[in-house]
């Protein structure tokens, strides 16, 4: 199988699928609200059941739990003893507030060429894209040069428990053979502007480390009393404080190999140096990506929930918080020591889930195909690593020794402010890229 041998309307077909599916898979609500209520996977899961079907394809439905659902199926390679690659995207959404957007977030509108709604970027289009390129590859017969694994998992948004994790727990068999997977988040482009005039020029961001991430609870002790009585143990009073000294604890900045790569790579391009002591001066350079890569300059620690007290007139005997901490390859030990000493004595860490970061080797056969595939559509483009700021259920898979990488390829406008748009109101993606993306994975799937 080679780029030559598609026929034109073969990848029209393939194209106008990727933007249908999108929208499709969009107007079904797939939340996952973290605690097991909301719709979850379910119906997403049968749906992507009903695609595959029709062209023939048998695909595996495995079910963790009630409505939490995931799809796999294997496409064989030409080579079979070549380690396989595993394809991957979740099925589940965060919460969206119909109230905050302009276009409803499961109606999947397409307006002034963009998709509208919550999973266009996260990550219903490379699902999508994914889709679109395995009903090709079952209607033409085609074959991959080595086994692919196509998976859609449940439950990335609240860590893969019920997904990524629950699937290589309990089903490892699925990736068996696999050396290698591509999944969210990187593979998006940002426009870089040289600062003497030139042309500018596109540079798509290949995620190949991953912060990882603890989250935990802080809980304070105290002397619990009535309300009219002083009180120098309030449980509350010592949380504040503990939650403060985190807050205003500076993490410092720190440097990993795939940053300064990519903070050098458009230095070079812009022509704008960028200052090792305050790199964050240098943001404003990688348009998109600002946001992604601000979080990968220092570790950090953000309060996100405050449980404490039931009645005015009654000191609590205990209170309690949040913390979602996101450390940098190689920081995990110093980052809990750390946070324990912020607490101080009256207040315990306990942490709830861990993920230990991600990082991979950023030269290697997949990233030549990977940097062809985009030369190929967008001449001249280049592929540079990065590090993202978030996790993803490429995580998941490392404990079966397979490498995961960030690439849902999407050509963005220069003026898209991309990062913000995960998680985030009026998510949207150009048609344009999610066409883009799927012929891109398309080369990817041919020449991998
Ligand atoms: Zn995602």
């Known amino acids: 199988m080679t780029e030559q041998t598609i026929d034109s309307a073969e990848l029209d077909l393939i194209q106008d699928e990727a933007v249908r599916i999108t ?3 969009i107007r079904i609500d797939s939340t996952n609200y973290g ?18 079907r029709e062209v023939g394809l048998e695909p595996q439905y495995v079910e963790s739990a009630p409505r939490r659902a995931s799809v796999v199926v294997r496409v064989p390679g030409a080579d079979r003893d070549r380690p396989g690659l595993v394809l991957h995207g979740h099925l589940d959404v965060v919460p969206a507030d119909a109230d905050d957007w302009s276009v409803p977030p499961f109606s999947g509108e397409i307006r002034d060429g963009m998709i509208h709604g ?16 395995l009903r090709s590859l079952a209607r033409t017969g085609a074959v991959p040069p080595r086994d692919i694994v196509f998976g859609f998992f449940a439950d990335e948004e609240a860590g893969g428990a019920y997904g990524a994790e629950w699937l290589v727990k309990n089903h490892p068999e699925v990736f068996a053979g696999c050396s290698e997977a591509i999944s969210e988040v990187g ?25 990882g991430y603890a989250w935990m609870r802080i809980r304070a002790r105290g002397r619990a009393g009535h309300g009219s009585v002083p009180n120098d143990e309030n449980a509350i009073v010592r949380l504040a404080q503990a939650i403060c000294r985190i807050d205003a604890h500076d993490w410092g900045t720190e440097l990993i ?13 812009t022509g704008i140096g960028w200052d090792p002591d305050d790199p964050a001066a240098f943001l404003p350079q990688l348009g998109g990506a600002r946001q992604f890569v601000a979080g990968t300059l220092a570790n950090s620690a953000n309060v996100t929930t ?22 940098l390859p190689g920081s995990e030990d110093v980052v809990l020591d750390t946070l324990r000493a912020l607490c101080g004595e009256h ?30 559509e967008d001449p001249g483009a280049q592929v540079v690593p990065y590090c993202l700021s978030a996790g993803t259920d490429n995580k998941e898979l490392r404990p079966l020794g397979i490498a995961g990488y960030g690439f ?8 898209l402010d991309f990062a913000p748009l995960f998680h985030g109101v009026d998510e949207r993606v150009p048609v344009d890229a999610v066409r883009f993306g799927a012929r891109v994975l398309r080369r990817v799937i041919a020449t991998c």
């Open 408 to 415: 849902a390829p999407l050509r963005l406008p220069a003026d």
């Open 23 to 25: 929208c499709e898979l």
């Open 187 to 211: 593979g998006y482009s940002i426009t870089l502007t040289p600062a003497g005039g030139g042309p500018a020029r596109r540079t798509y961001l290949l995620q190949t480390a991953e912060k």
């Open 118 to 133: 919550r999973g266009a970027v996260d990550m219903k289009d490379m699902v999508a894209m994914l889709l679109a390129n």
């Open 347 to 376: 207040v315990e860490l306990v942490v709830d889930r861990m993920n230990l970061p991600l990082d991979v080797p950023a030269e290697g056969p997949l990233i030549d195909v990977l940097a062809a595939a985009i030369d190929a």
């Open 257 to 269: 190999p795939p940053v300064i790569t990519l903070l050098d790579h458009v230095s070079e391009v």
């Open 35 to 52: 605690d097991g209520t909301g719709p979850c996977e379910q119906e997403a899961a049968e749906y992507v059941m009903e695609v595959l």
């Open 306 to 327: 405050l449980l404490a007290g039931r009645k005015s007139n009654v000191v609590p005997g205990s209170a309690e918080a949040s913390i979602d901490c996101r450390f």
